[in-house]
């Protein structure tokens, strides 16, 4: 059981308030005693002064004779059990019982005792004789030279004839004294043992409730909020136990919504796209989602460098602690293109106490961004080339610079080919809006493919013999019929056709050929081969978007619509198209196409 430092300290508190009262009443009783036996000596003593006074002034008139005088002074030395000391007028002695009184003094020596009278006597003799009333007080309750004296003088109502000094020690008094101090002492040694029983067990009475108290709130402390406090104690104490367990029924409830809204930001935090981690205010990490180690692989360790091995980013970290200021940055990670936004973390007192990272994967808006960058570096190059070859023609013909009819005729042919190639790209931008606006049709028919797929291979076996391409056409066994548009499979057709004849070069081969789908017989799959340069691996992800071109150096050969065209005219007749392609060795473009 734990040392209970509160009990012993009220008890201990108890304990020393009954000593300080005995010390206190002992110390009391032992330095007032002065007063009381002045108090008590002058009652004693005064009556007695004034009786031996009037004695004195019977002897001095003559009233009675010396003998009687002095035989009145013994009886008086029996009875009142006092020095008496008397003085003419002139202060000479006349009389003293000093030598009776002598022994109720001891341990003092006589020659002492009769000093300190002598002089006391002498020192308020003057005074006395002067028709004063004196009362002296000497010496303290620890020492036995204390004695009280009183001097009356000897008066007929005029005239002063004599003093009278009478004293006696108080040793009665001192023995009464010390008998009460004794007897005090015992009596507060007693009250101490008798009370210590008593007051420990009220103590502990009083103390327990309150460890029980202590003990429910530490269980509170370390999350037992089902431990409840005694509530049936009377006083302040039940009221404490009522107290804590109203705080340990609201901490309940606050705790549990605070997990529920934990829970559901942890969930909130983990399903970002976006990766996070946190840091507190000594630069630890102290958080990091899935999508983190998603962007920079597995971690078994949440250190800084440890999970992202870059000094720069986790130097921008530090800046945001020490400053306060959000800061965004670009990074590169292996292939991918990262934006980086560091915020500050603050408390109630705008004391910065962490910091968040937010990454975010820019890559692919940053390629759709260098796209359509270079889709309009495409678009105006074509428009700028044709026109600028109109102008230059028709300048030369309205100025009449051209000789003869045939070059005239040549230069009419470059119009009408520059005319045709503004067309077709213009064609391309208003049939690739009309398919991402829903405006073409794509009212299903039953046709052959094998006929459309031969309708148009005699078209391009001509195209490509010209251009010493060896081009391929092979039909399907069953002449099937296909439930679908024909018009937009064709211009499919030539869309892929045109990219594979303008992509091979001289002696390579270019098919078109059709085939069933192995796992699911009511689609037909029309391919297109070719042998030309191919596609990169990093650019088949995007080579059906807009504007896209892979090969960037070709920027004359295309606009970079006619795959975006395709693709968006399958996806409205409910088909897909794929691609499969290794750089430098050919590309094979398939589509799929449902019977009837």
């Known amino acids: 059981m734990k040392k209970n430092i509160f009990f012993y300290r009220i008890f201990i508190l108890l304990l020393i308030t009954v000593v300080l009262f005995a010390v206190l009443t002992m110390l009391i009783f032992s330095f007032l005693p002065n007063n009381i036996i002045t108090e008590m000596g002058l009652w004693r003593l005064e009556p007695r002064a004034e009786a031996i006074a009037d004695l004195v002034l019977k002897y001095q008139q003559g009233l009675i004779p010396r003998s009687e005088f002095e035989e009145h002074l013994s009886i008086y030395d029996a009875l009142w059990d006092a020095a008496a000391y008397v003085y003419d007028s002139r202060g000479e002695l006349i009389f003293d019982n000093e030598d009776s009184f002598r022994t109720q003094l001891q341990p003092q020596p006589p020659h002492k005792i009769h000093q300190i009278l002598t002089e006391v006597c002498a020192e308020h003799l003057e005074k ?5 009333k004196v009362v002296i007080s000497r010496g303290n309750t620890r020492g ?6 009183v001097g009356q003088p000897v008066s007929d109502g005029d005239n002063i ?5 009478l004293t006696r020690p108080p040793t009665e008094f001192f023995i009464t004294l010390r008998g009460f101090n004794r007897a005090m002492m015992l009596s507060a040694i007693g009250v101490f043992l008798l009370i210590s029983i008593p007051m ?3 103590v502990r009475l009083l103390v327990n409730p309150l460890k029980e108290m202590q003990d429910v709130a530490i269980s509170m402390a370390n999350g037992n909020l089902a431990a409840k406090a005694n509530e049936n104690y009377k006083g302040e104490i039940g009221e404490l136990g009522r107290s804590l367990n109203y705080l340990s029924s609201e901490l309940s409830k606050t705790v549990s919504v605070l997990e529920v809204e934990r829970n559901r930001l942890k969930q909130i935090f983990d399903g970002l796209a976006e990766g996070i981690v946190a840091l507190n205010a000594q630069g630890n990490i102290t958080q990091v989602n899935p ?6 692989g597995p971690s078994r360790e949440d250190e800084r460098m440890c999970l992202v091995s870059s000094s720069e980013l986790w130097e921008d970290f530090d800046t945001v602690l020490e400053q306060g200021h959000v800061i965004t940055r670009s990074m590169q990670w292996k292939q991918m293109v990262l934006r980086v936004t560091i915020y500050p973390l603050e408390d109630e007192l705008r004391r910065i106490v962490g910091a968040v990272g937010l990454f975010r994967d820019v890559t692919e808006s940053e390629r759709l961004e260098q796209t359509r960058r270079e889709y309009v570096a495409n678009v105006s190059h074509e428009f700028h080339t044709p026109v600028s070859a109109l102008r230059a023609l028709a300048e030369t013909l309205l100025d009449d610079m051209v000789p003869d009819e ?4 040549r230069y009419y042919e470059h119009i009408l080919h520059e005319t045709l190639r503004l067309s077709r790209l213009i064609n391309d931008l208003l049939m690739l809006s009309r398919l991402q606006s829903g405006a073409v049709s794509t009212q299903p028919e039953v046709f052959r493919i094998n006929e459309l797929m031969g309708s148009v291979a005699e078209r391009y076996t001509v195209l490509a013999a010209g251009k010493k391409i060896v081009f391929s056409f092979s039909q399907l066994p069953d002449d099937l019929t296909i439930n679908s548009n024909a018009d937009l499979v064709e211009e499919v057709l030539i869309i892929l056709l045109d990219n594979a004849i303008k992509y091979t070069p001289p002696h390579g081969s270019v098919s078109l050929f059709a085939c069933l789908d192995e796992y699911d017989d009511q689609l037909v799959k029309v391919s297109v081969a070719d042998t030309g340069t191919g596609i990169s691996q990093n650019d088949l992800p995007y080579i059906f978007e807009r504007f896209y071109k892979a090969d960037k150096a070709r920027v004359g050969q295309g606009t970079g619509l006619g795959l975006a065209i395709a693709f968006e005219i399958l996806q409205s007749l409910g088909e897909r198209i794929y691609v499969e392609s290794r750089e430098g060795k ?4 398939t589509f799929t196409l449902t019977r009837n």
């Open 128 to 132: 006395v004789l002067s028709g004063e």
């Open 144 to 149: 036995s030279d204390l004695f009280v004296m």
């Open 161 to 165: 004839s004599g003093a009278v000094f």
């Open 200 to 202: 420990y067990r009220v």
């Open 291 to 296: 999508a983190m180690r998603t962007l920079f």
């Open 406 to 409: 045939k070059t005239k005729k």
């Open 586 to 589: 050919g590309s094979t473009f």
